[in-house]
């Protein structure tokens, strides 16, 4: 089945640094969403971002999307160490929700 | 407070004996479904339901069955399980599939078979 996959797959950056990850996938979606873990505990929704939309602005979170690359952004700025979590980008089609793998991010004090 | 819940959250048990996760939504979603996490694997989708009666498979049911007699609840069962079914289990719900609507998660139960 088809899958989002996020890159980088683990990053370390300092706080006050800004956090980019990305995310492709292959098929078309209705819309995509990023969600957010902490350690071994339930994915929580952050952003949705529409095909038709190419950007998207919620508090320290930008989201991008490029229908015709397949792929999203997701650009967190001014992280701060509760940042630390793992991220995942979820395609939404009308056959299903695709999660990726997603990406460890750590913030660095 | 909307929330899915999941029961028990840690499970230790040996091979080939009968489990059942529980799973339980109090938003009136019409759209459930089981994950399992795994190192270096992400989220994959084991068994999903439209709506009370309706279950599909997702892209890994082996060893695993479901039910959905009622709206908010979705167990997991797991009719003889192995060690390879150790993993970090999930249950989620959304409104409908295919919207704009978020999809809310459970707080994970953590399965260790011996």
């Known amino acids: 089945s088809q899958q989002g996959e996020e890159d980088p797959q683990a990053l370390s950056i300092q706080e006050g640094e800004n956090a980019t990850m990305n995310c492709s996938y292959k098929?078309?979606?209705?819309?995509l969403q990023w969600y957010r873990q902490n350690s071994g505990r339930g994915l929580v929704h952050l952003i949705l971002?529409?095909?038709?939309?190419r950007e998207k602005h919620s508090g320290r979170l930008r989201v991008t999307l490029d229908t015709s690359k397949k792929s999203s952004s997701l650009l967190i700025t001014a992280s701060r160490a509760a940042d630390t979590a793992s991220y995942f980008c979820?395609?939404?089609?009308?056959?299903?929700?695709?999660f990726g793998k997603g990406t460890r991010l750590h913030i660095l004090p | 407070e909307a929330q899915v819940t999941q029961n028990p959250r840690y499970l230790i048990t040996v091979t080939g004996k009968k489990l059942t996760v529980t799973c339980s939504q109090n938003?009136?979603?019409?759209?459930m479904s089981w994950y399992r996490q795994d190192p270096g694997l992400g989220l994959r989708q084991i068994y999903y339901?439209?709506?009370?009666?309706?279950?599909d498979k997702g892209d890994v049911p082996e060893g695993y069955k479901v039910s959905r007699k009622e709206k908010r609840n979705f167990p997991l069962i797991l009719e003889s399980p192995s060690p390879n079914q150790t993993s970090l289990y999930f249950c989620?719900?959304?409104?409908?599939?295919?919207?704009?609507?978020?999809?809310?998660f459970g707080p994970g139960t953590r399965l260790l078979v011996l």
């Open positions: 989620a719900s959304r409104r409908t599939l295919g919207g704009e609507e978020t999809q809310y």
């Open positions: 979820a395609t939404v089609s009308p056959t299903g929700i695709i």
């Open positions: 339901s439209m709506n009370v009666e309706v279950t």
């Open positions: 938003m009136n979603h019409e759209y």
């Open positions: 971002i529409r095909s038709n939309e």
């Open positions: 098929t078309s979606i209705n819309n």
